[in-house]
């Protein structure tokens, strides 16, 4: 399954400190979310953010979130589509494709990715975005995910099957921020 711009939306799962602090590989994590999030902007692929419970969370990390066009959506549910609001700004984007990065992988990105499904939208969780306290828990939920039909993938292949190709205004520009984002 291809993904294009034109039908995606990035969806940025609950990127508050207080929660990714105690995640694995944060630091990474967050440099290939802010990645993404970039290149979205250039492209123009709409991009939401949740927080959970944002009055003892906290909000998005602060560089992120001035980065995101819009605030963050307020949500209790873990899944994001416990928010009405959610399901409308996905709607409003006319997205069929979502893409996925967040914490936590095996609750609010899990419980999101699955509603999704089940509501009709295809769902790419890029793995490189996405990260939980615990490894065993982060790979039985990419296994959960995937077995449910969601497509697992990599933020820097989002962002090419976005450009299509190469030579382009827009590829000029966004090998500047593949440049700035290293993978390792």
Request: glycine share 8%; net charge negative; aromatic share 8%.
């Amino acid at each position: 399954m291809r993904i294009f711009a034109g039908e995606s939306i990035v969806v940025v799962v609950d990127v508050q400190p207080k929660f990714m602090s105690g995640c694995l590989e944060y630091e990474k994590t967050l440099g290939r979310i802010k990645f993404l999030v970039e290149c979205a902007r250039e492209l123009d692929v709409p991009v939401v953010a949740t927080v959970q419970y944002p009055e003892r969370m906290g909000g998005t990390e602060e560089e992120l979130d001035n980065m995101i066009e819009g605030p963050a959506l307020a949500k209790m549910a873990f899944s994001c589509c416990g928010n009405p609001d959610f399901l409308r700004r996905i709607k409003d984007a006319g997205a069929q494709q979502v893409i996925l990065v967040g914490c936590e992988t095996h609750i609010c990105v899990c419980q999101t990715a699955l509603d999704l499904l089940a509501s009709g939208y295809e769902v790419f969780l890029a793995m490189d975005g996405v990260t939980s306290r615990s490894a065993e828990a982060y790979k039985l939920a990419v296994k959960r995910l995937r077995d449910a039909g969601a497509w697992v993938c990599h933020t820097e292949s989002v962002v090419y099957e976005w450009l299509g190709e190469a030579g382009t205004d827009e590829f000029k520009t966004i090998l500047q921020i593949v440049k700035k984002y290293p993978l390792s």
